[in-house]
């Protein structure tokens, strides 16, 4: 079965350092998320891509976040210079259909800023 | 803003039980979208059911269905002939009707853990 996938598994960064999360959604999906999920809290919504642009984001996705398709397969989450609270697991998704069909996450990447 | 409401942090039933999963949500929108997602402990979410705020009729996928109360803002998940394998913490997540772009957000309740005991 098709699946979406995150590199890294784990990423360690520093306090103030940029990272790139990544993401290969399912080959024949149009549309593509982000969430997080702060340990021990709600999974939150930060961002959804269509057609090469942002289609909605939430209050978290503020200057520091941004999302790229760079060649038509990955999917990629920026976070510029990250903040302890920025601390999370990060999770990918993808859908064929629009977003009322529901998606197909991947296993995410548990993001340490230290 | 939509809120998500799971009222039971951690549940544990003997296999082959059957088990009731609640969630409760508000919205002022009459159309909008609910949904069961699950997480096994390899933690990739897998869509367990859906069901359309607009549609009576419950929704059901093989051993897992829903009763969905819309009075009552209620949406909670049975679980029939429990296995093991579905030891997971199950999401409730609500959906307002799709924007002009189809790619909207979900707003998710914090989750049940779901323990199926052998």
């Known amino acids: 079965e098709p699946e979406v996938t995150q590199t890294p598994s784990h990423q360690v960064t520093q306090m103030g350092q940029e990272v790139i999360l990544r993401c290969v959604p399912i080959?024949?999906?149009?549309?593509f998320y982000w969430y997080r999920q702060i340990l021990g809290q709600k999974v939150e919504f930060l961002v959804s891509?269509?057609?090469?642009?942002?289609?909605?984001k939430s209050e978290i996705f503020d200057d520091q976040f941004s999302v790229e398709r760079p060649d038509g397969s990955n999917f990629t989450l920026k976070i510029r210079s990250t903040k302890l609270e920025d601390s999370a697991m990060y999770f990918c998704?993808?859908?064929?259909?629009?977003?009322?069909?529901?998606?197909?996450f991947g296993s995410g990447t548990r993001l340490t800023v230290v | 803003a939509q809120t998500v409401t799971q009222s039971q942090p951690e549940m544990s039933v003997q296999e082959a039980e059957t088990v009731t999963l609640s969630c409760t949500y508000d919205t002022s929108e009459n159309n909008y979208y609910l949904f069961w997602y699950k997480q096994p402990p390899s933690r990739q979410m897998i869509l367990v059911i859906r069901q359309e705020a607009y549609k009576q009729q419950n929704a059901t996928e093989n051993r897992f269905s829903v009763n969905f109360q819309k009075a009552a803002k209620s949406f909670s998940l049975k679980i029939s002939d429990s296995q093991l394998g579905d030891t997971a913490m199950y999401f409730c997540a609500f959906m307002n009707p799709p924007s002009g772009g189809g790619a909207d957000g979900l707003t998710f309740g914090k989750g049940t853990h779901l323990i199926i005991q052998p």
């Open positions: 080959s024949n999906h149009l549309y």
């Open positions: 998704a993808s859908s064929e259909r629009s977003a009322n069909y529901g998606y197909t």
């Open positions: 891509f269509y057609n090469n642009e942002i289609s909605e």
